[in-house]
């Protein structure tokens, strides 16, 4: 059998490593300025909200990596699993936990500015985001003190689905496991769901025979059209924040905005099929490979620094651009900071899952033992 190839060889790779800069840089500069220009608020119902379309982008490329790793590397259930528990466990708990932290510091330094952000049930809030279950069916319970958060739970679900169907076992019966992912779920997530599917189908898809400028040109085509989308057209059924859809309101929108950045990266241009098989080893590409991978945590973790950088300067007499200046820098600093560390420990999670794996693996050759015995 044939080595898997290396879905990231070549120049796709880099180049999706720059959208996930891109997409990460575009939710946090737009969060920046929302949180020091309350006038320069996004109206959910116009069209333009880029901070929400580069969470589309994310899903496709979820999906497309997602896929391409589980068959190039993660093709056994219980490497997918550690794979996608590792990656998602590492980030967003440590994340959750210095969310608490910071609603409890900004309770104490700025009381005012705290109450825009405090809801009922915090605690419940807190667990159910921890479990992955606030956006299931109609909940909407991120802790609005780090709303971004409302997407980790998309991506968990997609994954599980995804996982459960790809390991299914063979028969009618099979098909049960992912029907029950999706009842978990509910609509809310699924409505969504066609936009991360969108990466799946465009990783398994084989490229068109092209030339590499009429990729590069028709690639680029569709991700203007994706750029135009957002611009352009208003948010479709509902917007972003109405109930009961909340952030999958304007799948419409989202939907066509998906499609179009999942066939910008399906024509990108193959890779050389001498490096099919090797690891990224060009000095360039190394290190947007690790500055992508910083992008995860950068998105769970700005939000709720944000908030705390207003509350500790709340005195200070800055003029309001080079308040909001400071506290981008500040803030982006102490994001890259938390991400090295976090990215850094991930062997740790790794282990920690590998060690849950093997005392399940026991547990069942014990019961199997147990059973023949019987």
């Not at 993660?74 to 699993?81: E, L, P, R, T």
């Amino acid at each position: 059998m044939s080595t898997p190839p290396n879905f990231l060889a070549g120049p796709r790779g880099p180049i999706l490593d720059l959208m996930r800069l891109a997409a990460a840089g575009t939710v946090f500069w737009s969060h920046v300025v929302d949180r020091f220009d309350s006038a320069a608020i996004h109206r959910p119902d116009l069209p333009g909200n880029w901070a929400h379309a580069a969470v589309v982008v994310f899903f496709v490329l979820s999906g497309y990596v997602v896929a391409g790793s589980q068959r190039a590397r993660h093709s056994q259930a219980g490497d997918y699993v550690r794979a996608r528990l590792t990656r998602l466990c590492s980030i967003v708990l440590p994340a959750i936990a210095l969310t608490v932290l910071v609603d409890v510091l900004v309770a104490w330094l700025d009381p005012v500015l705290h109450a825009e952000y405090a809801r009922p049930q915090a605690s419940m809030r807190y667990l159910l985001t921890a479990g992955f279950l606030n956006e299931s069916w109609w909940l909407s319970a991120a802790p609005q003190i780090n709303v971004p958060l409302w997407s980790l739970s998309f991506e968990f679900f997609y994954y599980a689905i995804y996982g459960l169907w790809a390991f299914k076992p063979a028969g009618r019966a099979g098909w049960l496991w992912p029907v029950l992912g999706c009842l978990v779920a509910g609509p809310k997530i699924l409505i969504l769901m066609p936009i991360w599917l969108a990466g799946v189908v465009v990783c398994r898809m084989e490229r068109p025979a092209l030339g590499v400028q009429a990729s590069w040109l028709l690639s680029g085509s569709a991700a203007l059209v994706a750029l135009a989308l957002i611009a352009l057209v208003p948010p479709f059924p509902g917007y972003i924040g109405g109930a009961p859809w909340f952030f999958a309101a304007q799948f419409g929108t989202d939907w066509l905005v998906g499609i179009a950045i999942a066939l910008a990266v399906w024509l990108i241009p193959a890779a050389d099929p001498s490096a099919a098989t090797k690891p990224v080893t060009r000095p360039g590409a190394k290190v947007l490979r690790k500055a992508g991978d910083l992008t995860f945590s950068l998105y769970v973790v700005h939000y709720p620094l944000l908030i705390l950088y207003r509350a500790l300067t709340a005195g200070w007499a800055l003029k309001p651009a080079a308040n909001m200046a400071l506290g981008a820098v500040v803030v982006l600093t102490a994001c890259v900071t938390i991400g090295l560390w976090l990215e850094a420990r991930r062997p740790f999670w790794l282990m920690m899952f590998d060690r849950i794996a093997g005392v399940a693996g026991a547990l069942r050759c014990w019961h199997g033992r147990k059973d023949a015995k019987a």
